[in-house]
């Protein structure tokens, strides 16, 4: 509600910001920019805050993490402590973990900021975990989003990188027990591992050099990339415009939502100092990585129950299923029991993940572009393969704790484990059936909604003593909904020879093509024409008519007659005091 | 990939959204046609602006007044650091109130009318594609890079071998002390024969007592132990290392449980000293079960048995506890006869 008329003389803030935009403007042509793009229109859908929540939960990270530069030593040299946390007084200890301490403690604020940095990293990595989840299920990673998906593969790892050093700084004994276990994963590589180990910790565990290489990685080389990937993701997704879900009046050339000025500025803005908000009150009022209860590092000690963050979780999980394989060659150790799920195992995940969207338009010679999302349950294999990853993921997940899932159920940590194990091969594909089927059942209820439309749940007598139920025609916005599916062609079955009797010297490849795209698209249930959709909706608004006087009747609202005697008929009056009073006056 | 095209054929039929579809019917919102719950919303979002501003104030306040040792009790949190949690709160309103009242601006008074645009397609046009191709053709024609093979070459290999000099000053990243190698240091610890064993207090300073008596432990005890010497090998090199691989354990059984040893006669009166440092990836172990003589590592849960051997059990450790030889010396102090015979810690390479 502005009180200014455009006619009005603008004001003095107004006027400066002009003067300003036309400075830069003489100088770098900035207002072209502007113009184009102060309008443009973004869709809206609760899904697309992720993304958001990622960007905005990174940019409190790089705030307090610079605050914490200005008092965090990242030195391993042994000091005394002698600050105002008593259990601790007179102890030896890095500087990095005294001057941890001191942020916790000496520093006003000190303890505020640090806790922000952690549950904002811990929300970093979450969000940016459900952000691809939502870019995986409704398929924006196809053409010709591929290469962001990739990029987005590469924030992952950097995520989990950025996260990994920063949890090994303040040496205390969680964190140091952390940085021995990846010596000991660095050891397992083959060949190379062990000179790898001596260089990275420059000599043996733990040295004293460890902790000040992890700060320039953490506080410099990781964001960095972090920072350069994200510039050009966000490059990305405004120059290819944002995809958007089905709904009325948005296709695949399209793009319906709100423009960036107002609306979005506001919003989003908004959304920023919202997310900022949250993290500063829950690390306000929730402790996080309570380091002054672990006490110092040293390589000597360790407590029960460690849990590293739970990004990393599940990759102590696999360290923890893994069977105890391990083969000597020619007086060479293979550590099997480390390495595949160390290092095989996460970097076959990690590269098929990258390779998803290249493998899918393989497999379904798809290469269109697609901007409208795809519903999850209109593609069931990929829906499938989606959570059976998370079902593979959550396994590890949960292996992670089998310690504390054993004291917590009072059961014995092996069963446990050898459950996980086997769970670990047998769950993921019965996940994946179960996930296609149900697929393939909201298929048929798409298609029956398309046909019959949509079962009010209502039984209707007719005159001549017909039981029918009601169908209403769907509405629009449902219909566009369930219309935005496309029919996805099988790829043909190739012939060994052509009509000339000439081989087909791709024959082995076409045919594996032919049976992974009928494996893909194969079972979806298709859409009807539009004739008859025209045809069904016809049917189910006669239907509604048939039912209609009824509905006036209810629309009404006038259901007084609960003691029954009287019954209504179009015409009639509709309450007794009204027919009474009819009945007197006559 | 030609032929991949022609493998399927696009249907512009079947593309989504080709069926005609009505644009849902826009229902106003309540201030968009009454003007007073446009000035209530007006307030709102301005109440939130100015409630901020009042944070901020309240957090100064809170950061000069409030004493950083301080605790307060707040019901369901307890008692916690009352600079933390005023600061925390005041810190944490002032910014989310700007946020909900820039999105409550945003959805009550700013327009709620959905807007379209077009999507143009990603690809350049044919014209600008020529354009792009003929520059590059000209550019190529007019640095010779075509035609002058030599130059061509020995740039590929200048380029080629200019990053060598960044990645061999990685080399010094260990300093390789003088006729020392990884696998001799990876196989080697502080012990040998005679030195004394001490308790390992879990103090990097401070003075160790003497060392044990064998009857200092009692059957089915563990006691964590050291080197007598661990603090002058600390002090000379000024790190952790000899510490994190002469870390032992000693635990004691009856010596008929002993089913077997790593060597004859290297325990001491039923005392076993195995190395405390996990063989998988390198945990501190000294979880220990004395009725099964089980040790079970806290990280990954590897499960050695003590009276076998040390012998892995269950877990993903593939070798069993190092065994360390012991005895006593003339004053009745526990000690290693000899180094381990085998590296402690997790597996490597040229291990073998």
Redesign the interface.
């Known amino acids: 509600m502005s009180t200014t008329s455009p006619l009005e003389k603008p004001a003095p803030v107004e006027k400066a910001g002009g003067a300003v935009a036309t400075y830069l403007d003489q100088r770098l042509g900035s207002n072209k920019a502007l113009g184009r793009n102060l309008g443009k229109v973004f869709p809206d859908h609760w899904s697309f805050m992720l993304g958001e929540i990622v960007l905005y939960s990174f940019i409190v990270i790089l705030l307090t993490g610079v605050y914490l530069t200005l008092f965090f030593k990242p030195s391993m040299v042994e000091v005394v402590y002698d600050g105002s946390y008593v259990p601790l007084k007179g102890v030896m200890m890095s500087e990095a973990y005294a001057s941890s301490l001191d942020i916790s403690f000496d520093v006003r604020g000190g303890l505020l900021i640090r806790q922000m940095h952690h549950w904002a990293a811990l929300i970093f990595v979450a969000a940016m975990v459900v952000h691809a989840f939502r870019v995986f299920f409704t398929g924006a990673y196809r053409k010709p989003r591929e290469l962001n998906w990739i990029l987005g593969v590469v924030l992952l790892t950097l995520a989990l990188a950025a996260g990994f050093t920063g949890y090994s700084l303040p040496d205390d004994l969680l964190s140091g027990t952390g940085l021995q276990i990846i010596r000991g994963i660095i050891q397992a590589i083959p060949v190379v591992g062990t000179w790898l180990a001596f260089f990275i910790f420059g000599g043996e565990y733990p040295g004293t050099d460890i902790i000040s290489r992890l700060y320039s990685a953490h506080i410099l080389l990781v964001p960095g990339l972090i920072l350069a990937i994200v510039t050009v993701h966000l490059m990305m997704v405004w120059v290819q415009k944002h995809t958007q879900y089905p709904g009325p009046g948005r296709t695949n050339t399209n793009v319906v939502g709100y423009p960036l000025m107002p609306v979005y500025m506001a919003k989003a803005g908004g959304f920023f100092f919202v997310v900022f908000g949250v993290i500063a009150l829950i690390s306000g009022l929730v402790t996080i990585n309570p380091i002054w209860i672990f006490g110092p590092y040293t390589p000597d000690q360790v407590s029960a129950g460690t849990q590293p963050d739970w990004y990393i979780g599940w990759l102590d999980g696999a360290l923890r299923l893994m069977p105890n394989w391990e083969t000597v060659v020619a007086g060479y150790t293979i550590s099997w029991n480390v390495l595949i799920p160390s290092v095989i195992i996460p970097g076959i995940l990690f590269t098929l993940l990258a390779l998803y969207p290249f493998i899918e338009a393989w497999v379904t010679g798809d290469k269109r572009e697609h901007n409208l999302l795809e519903r999850p349950r209109n593609a069931p294999v990929r829906t499938g393969i989606g959570v059976m990853a998370i079902v593979f993921y959550g396994i590890l997940w949960i292996g992670g704790g089998n310690d504390i899932v054993a004291v917590a159920f009072d059961l014995s940590i092996n069963s446990i484990s050898w459950a996980l194990r086997i769970l670990l091969i047998v769950a993921p594909p019965i996940a994946f059936i179960i996930t296609k089927r149900i697929c393939l059942g909201l298929q048929r209820k798409d298609r029956d909604k398309l046909l019959h439309g949509y079962e009010s749940g209502r039984v209707l007598r007719l005159p001549h003593g017909e039981f029918i139920e009601v169908h209403e025609p769907i509405n629009v916005k449902e219909m566009a909904v369930i219309t935005s599916k496309t029919d996805h062609a099988v790829l043909p079955a190739p012939q060994k020879t052509d009509t000339d009797g000439v081989r087909n010297p791709r024959y082995l490849v076409h045919s594996l093509r032919h049976r992974l795209s009928t494996f893909f698209y194969g079972d979806n249930v298709p859409k009807p024409s539009a004739a008859e959709i025209e045809h069904g909706q016809h049917h189910a608004a006669e239907q509604a008519a048939i039912e209609a006087p009824l509905h006036e009747y209810e629309d009404r609202d006038v259901i007084y007659n609960a003691h029954g005697g009287v019954l209504h008929h179009p015409g009639m009056p509709e309450i007794n005091a009204e027919q009474i009073a009819e009945e007197t006056r006559s | 990939m030609s032929?991949?095209?022609d493998?399927?054929?696009?249907?512009p039929h079947?593309?989504?959204?080709?069926?005609p579809?009505?644009?849902?019917p826009h229902t106003p919102r309540v201030t968009d046609t009454d003007?007073k719950a446009?000035?209530r919303a007006?307030r709102q979002v301005a109440s939130m602006f100015l409630l901020s501003m009042v944070f901020v104030v309240l957090f100064v306040v809170a950061?000069v007044t409030i004493d950083?040792?301080a605790v307060v009790y707040i019901p369901v949190?307890g008692v916690v650091?009352a600079?933390?949690?005023a600061?925390?709160?005041t810190?944490?309103?002032?910014?989310?109130?700007?946020?909900?009242?820039?999105?409550q601006?945003?959805?009550k008074?700013?327009?709620?009318v959905?807007?379209?645009?077009?999507?143009h397609?990603?690809a350049s046009t044919p014209k600008e594609d020529e354009e792009a191709k003929a520059d590059y053709e000209r550019g190529k024609e007019e640095s010779g890079f075509a035609r002058y093979t030599i130059i061509r070459r020995t740039l590929i290999g200048a380029l080629a071998l200019f990053p060598i000099p960044l990645v061999i000053m990685?080399r010094d990243?260990?300093?390789?002390p003088p006729g020392e190698n990884?696998?001799e240091?990876?196989s080697t610890t502080a012990w040998r024969d005679g030195l004394r064993i001490v308790p390992?207090t879990?103090?990097?300073?401070g003075e160790f007592v003497k060392g044990i008596r064998p009857e200092d432990i009692p059957v089915g005890g563990l006691v964590?132990a050291?080197p007598i010497d661990i603090m002058e090998i600390q002090k000379a090199e000024?790190?952790?290392?000899a510490?994190?691989?002469a870390?032992i354990i000693l635990v004691r059984m009856d010596p008929s449980e002993i089913r077997s040893q790593q060597g004859e006669g290297w325990d001491y009166q039923g005392i076993l000293a195995y190395s405390?440092?996990c063989t998988?990836?390198?945990?501190?172990?000294?979880?220990y079960e004395h009725r099964t003589h089980h040790l079970?590592c806290?990280?990954?849960?590897?499960?050695f048995d003590l009276a076998d051997s040390g012998d892995?059990i269950?877990?993903?450790?593939?070798?069993r506890m190092p065994q360390l030889p012991i005895g006593v010396d003339e004053e009745g102090f526990l000690v290693a006869k000899s180094d381990f015979q085998q590296p402690v810690?997790?597996?490597?390479?040229?291990?073998?």
Do not use: Y
Not at chain 2, 14 to 19: D, K, S, Y
Not at chain 2, 109 to 112: A, E, F, G, S, T
Not at chain 2, 314 to 319: E, M
């Open positions: 032929t991949d095209k493998l399927l054929p696009v249907d079947n593309e989504p959204g080709h069926l579809i009505a644009d849902i003007p446009a000035r007006e950061f950083k040792s949190l650091g600079s933390q949690i600061l925390g709160f810190f944490g309103m002032a910014i989310l109130l700007i946020g909900t009242g820039a999105i601006w945003a959805k008074l700013m327009p709620d959905e807007v379209v645009q077009e999507r397609s990603m990685l990243l260990w300093q390789t990884p696998v240091l990876l390992d879990g103090e990097t300073t964590s050291l000024h790190n952790l290392n510490r994190g691989k870390a405390k440092i998988h990836v390198g945990c501190p172990i000294a979880l079970l806290p990280c990954h849960q590897s499960t892995v269950f877990g993903p450790a593939a070798r810690g997790p597996s490597f390479w040229e291990r073998g």
